[in-house]
């Protein structure tokens, strides 16, 4: 059995794990970031050419199941694996980790995009701690607060003008979000609901900060693609076992 997994998620890698070596494996990196950590198995990074490339590469190389654990955000490759599943005749499944919820003495604030979150902003908080990635800051650019933009590589531009960046790469630590905040005297949390534990820590430490937190909520994804919430769920769906939640 020869399973393509999209993605270079921590869920990616975990699954990997759990094939690997008694399943060939191959998972397709998308190649944004510089030194990514590698999966067990075999590794391609790059893109496939939209769905029909995609499709090509799954006939080319036998592919019997493909899984898409591409991060929450990355919409458009969750697309473009449910195009070419379809034309390649191959079954595809999710592996989304559950968004967060807001707990009891939590502040959110919700937005539909980087954009919106950027208006979200008014009247929050004049010292921003933005964790959206490196990509998107251009949303705000134009805003008057100082940032705060943590990414695991140099962010694009443009980006706000009153910017301190901070390099650095998840898990994080309950103790060191906490040191952060109060170090950088951060008013107001921005991220996107990515889900997963390895940068929840933040969302804790906003709240005992009493901090509000402007929470982008996730695009669409594909209708009809069945989803599987862990790697061990994704790992039974691959041997046959168990029936899956339907979006």
């Not at 998308?30 to 990074?45: D, F, K, T």
């Not at 080319?60 to 005749?89: G, L, Q, Y």
């Not at 996107?192 to 940068?199: N, Q």
Request: proline residues 9%.
């Amino acid at each position: 059995m020869h399973v393509l997994i999209l993605g270079g998620t921590t869920e990616a890698r975990a699954l990997a794990g759990l094939l690997h070596p008694g399943t060939r494996v191959t998972s397709s990196l998308a190649g944004r970031v510089a030194a990514p950590r590698l999966p067990a198995g075999e590794v391609r990074i790059g893109g496939f050419g939209g769905p029909d490339g995609l499709a090509a590469w799954v006939r080319e190389h036998a592919v019997d199941a493909v899984i898409d654990a591409t991060h929450p955000f990355a919409e458009r490759i969750s697309f473009n694996a449910a195009r070419a599943a379809a034309t390649a005749h191959v079954p595809l499944l999710a592996l989304r980790r559950p968004g967060w919820v807001p707990g009891e003495g939590d502040d959110w604030r919700d937005a539909g995009s980087l954009e919106e979150a950027a208006r979200v902003l008014d009247g929050l908080g004049d010292r921003v701690f933005l964790t959206t990635g490196r990509m998107g800051l251009a949303a705000f650019a134009d805003r008057p607060e100082w940032f705060l933009v943590r990414s695991v590589d140099p962010p694009d531009v443009p980006m706000p003008a009153r910017t301190e960046v901070l390099l650095d790469r998840g898990p994080f630590t309950l103790d060191g979000e906490r040191g952060l905040i109060a170090r950088h005297r951060i008013d107001v949390l921005v991220t996107k609901d990515s889900g997963g534990a390895a940068t929840a820590p933040k969302l804790t430490a906003a709240r005992e900060a009493g901090i509000p937190v402007v929470v982008v909520r996730r695009p669409p994804v594909p209708q009809g693609v069945p989803a599987a919430a862990t790697p061990e769920e994704a790992a039974a769906w691959l041997a046959g076992a168990g029936p899956l939640a339907q979006p």
